[in-house]
């Protein structure tokens, strides 16, 4: 039994079965069909959920690893890992809403959510003037359109130059909209092809099958 | 100082004077705050339509998603959205897209049950908007895209109690059945599942989105505006201040605008300075600066 479970051939089955049955209520309406296909859809969710115990086992691992090693950063692991297990078990035994909870989201989770987040306008700010250069034609139109979108976006433009205003509005509502819809239905053709291909055996490595 | 030096000086700025430019531009107006006026845009104009239209007759779909990160570029759009939600009297559905998200309602809403006070609880007690009858919340639920297209298709299936184990039964969730019972979804995000709730909630089931985005995902997002996917989109800390300014309660949006402009023009006074150096310097310098961009 578990031989034919672990075959390719199986999974591909599988696999095909729930991509036709969970598309196949967005076409037919049939009710036992569609019930399926919602529990179906529900037992991915419990299954993720079920893949954060899979993560903590894999970061501990790793973190009491590298802390035994003495590897660079070791104290920001064994950090780690003791406040996972502590905010954890804090959690299970006052639950979720209690204030001792609470205390380790305040106190931790956003100063330091907070930090990686503002930081980056100090990146941003230097990047911009030591790494902008109109070095090319090409080049000299980025940054000409940066500028009227960065002077267009900040709030006081709009009361004594609003043509600024509008020139960024069409600049992100032309060439922007654009670039972006392009990488959107590249991205969502890709993801079709590459179900295609799963579905078809040819991405074997996705299904955790060595061999492409 | 001769001329070349100059443009060098441009051209080789160093960085730790931009951080602290940038640094004292942010607190000095905070601390001291200028009030320099601020131009609403027509997307926050249209956002705050969708909020007056509400009444006691709808039903909110309210997306939680910021984290803590994310937060505190929205949170003067959360607070100053959900200040005209209470007043409405609609009803919520609270649904969380972080871990994170439960501490960051409580900052807003409070906790009743155990006495603490959030900020917008004033409202909350002026309009008597009360827990089980006007709102409830479902807590961690938008976990990824199957569970949002659970959601959609049957809530009571995925959903039976209430983020802190309670029964739902005896409140408005009764009534409600899939993703077509609510007239309106308000999500603020910062890309957590809002795609999966345009694809099953908005596409499947027609209800309006409204959504409040961080800046890095306005332009990906706007497409769905154009389409009408978006009824309406919040533009990162500047469309939350607006909303401030709409909804006549200034907060931390309005507060931040003073900065907010003035990190904007003097990103752009380093960019010209950098390309003044590098025409005048870098350009023809055997000591040449590689640097990334151009």
Same mark, same amino acid.
């Given at each position: 039994m578990s031989s034919i479970l672990r075959r390719k051939e199986t999974s591909l089955i599988l696999i095909g079965l729930s991509f036709f049955i969970v598309t196949g209520v967005y076409f037919f309406n049939v009710p036992a069909l569609e019930n399926f296909s919602n529990n179906l859809v529900l037992m991915v969710s419990v299954l993720n959920a079920m893949s954060i115990l899979l993560a903590l086992y894999s970061q501990t691992k790793r973190s009491l690893l590298l802390v035994r090693q003495k590897a660079h950063g070791w104290p920001y692991q064994l950090y780690l890992i003791i406040t996972i297990y502590l905010m954890a078990s804090v959690g299970f035994i006052y639950g979720q809403s209690s204030q001792q909870f609470m205390w380790f989201q305040y106190a931790i989770l956003n100063p330091t959510g907070s930090v990686i987040y503002?930081?980056?306008? *100090?990146?941003?700010?230097?990047?911009? @003037? /030591?790494? &902008?250069?109109?070095? +090319?034609?090409?080049?000299?139109?980025?940054?000409?359109?940066?500028?009227?979108?960065?002077?267009?976006q900040a709030p006081l433009?709009?009361? *004594?130059?609003?043509?600024?205003?509008? @020139? /960024?509005? &069409?600049?992100?509502? +032309?060439?922007a909209m654009a670039a972006s819809r392009v990488f959107t239905m590249s991205v969502t053709i890709g993801a079709v092809v590459l179900g295609v291909r799963i579905i078809t055996g040819k991405e074997s490595a996705a299904i955790g099958f060595e061999g492409g | 100082m001769s001329q070349g030096n100059i443009f060098k000086t441009m051209a080789t700025l160093d960085r730790r004077i931009i951080y602290l430019l940038i640094f004292i531009l942010?607190?000095?107006?905070?601390?001291?705050?200028?009030?320099?006026?601020?131009?609403?845009?027509?997307?926050?104009?249209t956002f705050y339509n969708y909020l007056e239209d509400l009444n006691e007759d709808d039903i909110i779909w309210a997306a939680w998603e910021t984290g803590?990160?994310?937060?505190?570029?929205?949170?003067?759009?959360?607070?100053?959205?959900?200040?005209?939600?209470i007043k409405s009297g609609a009803k919520m559905v609270v649904a969380y897209g972080t871990t994170e998200d439960n501490a960051v309602f409580q900052l807003v809403f409070g906790d009743p049950d155990q006495g603490i006070r959030g900020i917008l609880t004033d409202d909350l007690e002026k309009y008597d908007y009360q827990y089980g009858r006007d709102y409830i919340v479902l807590g961690y639920v938008l976990v990824n895209e199957a569970s949002t297209s659970s959601l959609a298709r049957d809530l009571h299936s995925v959903v039976t109690n209430d983020y802190k184990g309670n029964s739902l039964d005896g409140t408005f969730w009764d009534d409600l059945h899939d993703a077509g019972d609510f007239s309106l979804i308000i999500d603020f995000s910062p890309g957590m599942q809002t795609n999966a709730m345009i694809r099953h909630w908005v596409m499947d089931y027609g209800v309006a989105m409204i959504e409040g985005a961080i800046g890095v995902n306005i332009p990906s997002l706007a497409p769905y505006i154009d389409?009408?996917?978006?009824?309406?989109?919040?533009?990162?800390?500047?469309g939350c201040a607006e909303l401030e300014y709409l909804t006549g309660e200034p907060g931390p949006g309005l507060t931040s605008m003073d900065a907010f402009t003035l990190i904007h023009y003097v990103i752009v006074l380093f960019i010209v300075m950098g390309n003044i150096g590098y025409f005048g310097w870098e350009k023809n310098s055997k000591q040449r600066v590689r640097t990334a961009v151009g």
């Open positions: 503002s930081i980056l306008a *100090f990146y941003m700010a230097s990047a911009c @003037a /030591r790494a &902008f250069r109109a070095r +090319s034609p090409q080049a000299a139109l980025l940054l000409i359109s940066g500028i009227i979108v960065l002077l267009g433009t709009g009361v *004594f130059a609003p043509f600024l205003g509008d @020139a /960024r509005l &069409f600049l992100t509502s +032309s060439f | 942010t607190l000095a107006p905070v601390l001291n705050p200028i009030g320099l006026p601020i131009a609403v845009t027509q997307d926050t104009v803590f990160s994310a937060w505190n570029e929205l949170k003067a759009g959360i607070i100053a959205t959900y200040r005209e939600v389409t009408g996917h978006l009824k309406a989109m919040l533009q990162s800390t500047r």
